[in-house]
């Protein structure tokens, strides 16, 4: 190798260190933002059958979740996994646990829903799949005659036999996933901003909200549609 050669290589060497470099603090930097929705205030003397269940790190999956609570004028709960917060050892332990898939910490972790016919869980998607918190959900507690709905938004991508295996576990539970919704971010260089995410929320939400409300009048047979 000449020594131009040399010195060609080098400087190709530390742009690409640099360029990645950047890359990783733009993700943590943007990994840090909360998204923070419009309120949703449930009016408490107004019983429906209907639960929204959500765990979210950065505050969309909670957007979601409160347009699909307004909808149903239903409770909304919030699932809280201190071990994910939104500093960089957070990030590293939601990047651990989902890869290996390990359940989570969460709060509440049981809940009564007894009192419910229809209820929704939602959760990002990490490494492909719901975020733990969401099947420690499952597993800990009763569905048994629940109709399921997942929501999920996303940066790009995620797996179908994950959300099948989810389904399997809901089902194990007495439960059965009728339908799976989501919304994609887009990478995280090319994001929407959250006017936008939210107004995909509502898009979707007007396309099947009658839909899923007829779900919740007795004795109606479901189907699961995606
Ligand atoms: C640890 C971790 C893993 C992720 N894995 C994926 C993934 O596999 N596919 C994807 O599209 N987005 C992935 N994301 C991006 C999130 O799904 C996306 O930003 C989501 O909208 C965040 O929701 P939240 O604000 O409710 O926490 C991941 C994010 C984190 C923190």
């Not at 500093?87 to 990047?95: K, L």
């Not at 099947?208 to 409300?213: I, S």
């Amino acid at each position: 190798m000449t020594r131009r050669q040399f010195i060609l290589f080098l400087v190709t060497l530390l742009t690409a260190a640099v360029i990645c470099a950047a890359g990783f603090v733009f993700t943590l930097w943007k990994d840090r933002s909360y998204f923070t929705s419009p309120t949703y205030t449930r009016v408490d003397d107004e019983r429906t059958n209907v639960l929204v269940v959500c765990y979210s790190r950065s505050g969309n999956t909670l957007a979601m979740a409160k347009e699909i609570a307004r909808s149903f004028k239903a409770e909304l709960i919030l699932l809280e996994a201190k071990a994910y917060g939104l500093d960089f050892e957070g990030w590293n332990n939601a990047n651990d646990d989902s890869w290996d898939r390990l359940p989570a910490v969460i709060d509440p972790d049981r809940l009564d829903m007894s009192s419910y016919n229809l209820v929704f869980l939602g959760s990002p998607i990490w490494w492909y799949r719901p975020a733990p918190p969401l099947w420690t959900f499952v597993e800990k507690n009763d569905f048994r005659g629940k109709a399921v709905i997942l929501f999920n938004t996303f940066n790009s991508r995620f797996k179908s036999k994950e959300i099948d295996a989810f389904a399997k576990l809901v089902e194990s539970k007495g439960g059965k996933l009728v339908d799976h919704v989501h919304v994609r971010r887009g990478r995280i260089f090319n994001q929407i901003g959250g006017g936008e995410f939210v107004e995909e929320v509502r898009k979707l939400l007007r396309k099947r909200v009658e839909r899923w409300k007829t779900m919740i009048a007795p004795n109606t047979k479901t189907s699961r549609h995606s």
